[in-house]
């Protein structure tokens, strides 16, 4: 059974998924993982979801606001051996429905070209491709989402 717990980031289980995440991302990367680790801290995260299956952390992702109208996904992971089960799509959910009943208008994201699961998931949950925005402007390896609540 699949259960979402909506949390903070100083959750045990969110940092230890993140973890996860940025060891997968320092390789697909590469070069460019210094460059997009400084915009993915963690610290005073207060909308953080992680999803469980069978009680074990299964999935994991988070919004921030961006500007008075929009949340910002971010630190969205399914560790390898639970993709595939709906969980991202779960946790896409429970965020978007966080974020609008914190009174904001739309979710914007950025992921990378070399992370095509993630860019069907978005694609799938409803989201339509935008220019680069902020820090992403210019960067050929980033692709930026956005999505009206």
Not at 32 to 53: C, G, P, R, S, T
Request: charged share 30%; aromatic share 10%.
């Amino acid at each position: 059974m699949i259960t979402i717990e909506r949390t903070t980031s100083e959750n045990i289980d969110f940092r230890g998924l993140v973890r996860e995440l940025d060891k997968d991302l320092a390789i697909r990367d590469g070069d460019e993982h210094d460059f997009f680790h400084q915009f993915n801290k963690i610290d005073m995260l207060k909308q953080v979801v992680v999803a469980y299956k069978d009680g074990v952390p299964a999935g994991c992702g988070a919004v921030k606001p961006y500007d008075d109208k929009t949340m910002e996904v971010k630190r969205m992971f399914v560790p390898q051996e639970y993709r595939g089960q709906g969980i991202a799509a779960l946790v896409l959910q429970d965020l978007e429905q966080w974020s609008s009943e914190l009174g904001f208008d739309k979710c914007i994201l950025e992921t990378g070209i070399k992370m095509p699961e993630a860019i069907r998931l978005y694609q799938k949950s409803g989201y339509r491709q935008i220019p680069n925005y902020g820090q992403y402007a210019g960067v050929e390896s980033s692709v930026c989402f956005e999505k009206l609540l």
